[in-house]
């Protein structure tokens, strides 16, 4: 298993006109919580990236139990429970103190340059061993 | 049932590093297309809201089939299958010429000025019962 | 002199819980507007990209002269007064009806691949020479 | 003058198809830094608008000396020079290490909930007389 949480403060930018946090505004926090997920591993995703490899978003859920508003302080804490073959699947709370505020899920899979369904570098490969035992 | 098609074309600012767009941009278009089937149906969103209802967002899941890119043109689908009582539960096929991009839902309730949950206004249930015979 | 007007209605993702446009959100229309000229103008933006030509915004200036509101339609027309040489300076007004909302300007150059400074490719120095008599 | 810094970290999100930041990624980042620049001087910009006060943008101006990407950490500096009357004129750079990536001003007055101009309020004036000798 691997947890990491990330905290960030809530931009004016992300609001809308119903007061509180835009529901698509959460969206980018999730991968805010992944790339710092990936550093405290070790592995920085800008460089999988530069080295031809991307993944991408296939799929998400959001769940939305208590709106954030402006200048609050949230709580990302994103889990990979399972050891991924080709998907990766995570999972997020996203909590203002003690109270939760969202919950996501999102699967990932490695691609190439070229758009093309690839096998995950071997720097994730070798991640994953040491965080999974067989 | 009742069924409606909006078309944006993709900006330049909802594309990321990947060169396709970003998988948060399309969250705004399922709204631009919610707001659409209210207006084609005779029922103004923005109106609602200053009589003091809001119908935000409690969850939603997207499935993303094929990238979108710069200057696509995106035809979305948003179908209401079933009449709502308190929930409401739409659905979105987002299409480039007969290629499927994207295939969505999203589940909303109306709630009041306060924030808590409230039954739909009058003009939402006579459109409802319009289109959804008993 | 080329000149082109192009119309978007606001996004309820594009205000903020000012309960009005949030300021930011001006940007991407003025993009709009820029690509909606260089194809009125017979030149597609997205294939001079692909050619490895790119266009970056080097400065600009926004002034917020009345908010734009959720819903609005929003004409926004945008003009190339002087035949550009290495810098392209665009000027744009947005209006909602008579109402002025927001004038801008955006200074371009092209860059190539590198991110070098770039002479303009042929079909835009042809365009030029089509609209600017010497 | 009251000068303060703030730093954020570059999200995926916020870059575009040219491979860097999106020129209006930048905006968000500047308002980060003023709502900062106010905590920090021991005013909250929240706690202004819940007492009826906004602080809307009038004009800005940016201008853009090299491209921030992906995973860069960049620093804010915000100043505000001159005691403000009716208008507030604050000046940022925006530095990745001692690279300078941007430079920006924005204009702001405070309105009131009816979106009228508004004297400032006590809490911000006497903070103006604390930085400001007269």
Same mark, same amino acid.
């Given at each position: 298993m691997i947890e990491s949480k990330s905290t960030i403060r809530v931009r %004016?930018?992300?609001?809308?006109m119903m007061g509180?946090? %835009?529901?698509?505004?959460y969206l980018p926090w999730l991968e805010v919580a992944r790339t710092d997920m990936f550093r405290n591993a070790g592995l920085s995703y800008f460089e999988l990236e530069q080295k031809g490899y991307q993944l991408p978003v296939l799929s998400l859920d959001v769940k939305y139990h208590r709106p954030a508003v402006y200048d609050d302080e949230i709580e990302i804490a994103v889990i990979l429970k399972e050891r991924p073959l080709l998907r990766i699947h995570l999972e997020y709370e996203l909590r203002r103190g003690d109270e939760l505020i969202v919950t996501a899920s999102t699967q990932h899979a490695f691609i190439d340059k070229a758009g093309n369904p690839s096998r995950p570098p071997a720097e994730f490969t070798d991640l994953m061993s040491q965080h999974f035992v067989p």
């Open positions: %004016y930018a992300e609001t809308d509180v946090v %835009y529901h698509g505004s």
